[in-house]
């Protein structure tokens, strides 16, 4: 008993019991459930990635847009995007095929 009593007259005689109580409630607010602070920086980590994976998605939306708008638009554009995507020829050609290794 003397050593909780010594501890006590060392270290807590100078703080309050509001600011104690308060400290305590602050250690199991950030520590302690849903909201404590490893988690809400995994979420915003977590957000942060998804945003940005949000902005590389809709500019690949943006360029397949232009590029599906060429392609019902330019007749050209079409018959190159054919030949080069599914190796398709005129009747009276032949088409090489190199694949690079």
Do not use: C
């Amino acid at each position: 008993m003397s050593r909780i009593k010594d501890f006590y007259n060392k270290y807590l005689s100078r703080i309050n019991a509001y600011w104690l109580v308060i400290i305590g409630f602050l250690i199991l607010t950030f520590t302690v459930g849903d909201s404590n602070l490893y988690k809400r920086y995994t979420y915003d980590e977590k957000i942060r990635s998804l945003e940005k994976e949000i902005k590389h998605y809709q500019k690949e939306i943006e360029i397949n847009s232009k590029k599906l708008n060429d392609l019902h638009t330019d007749k050209e554009g079409l018959e190159r995007f054919a030949r080069e995507e599914y190796f398709m020829k005129k009747p009276n050609e032949d088409v090489y095929i190199i694949k690079k290794k």
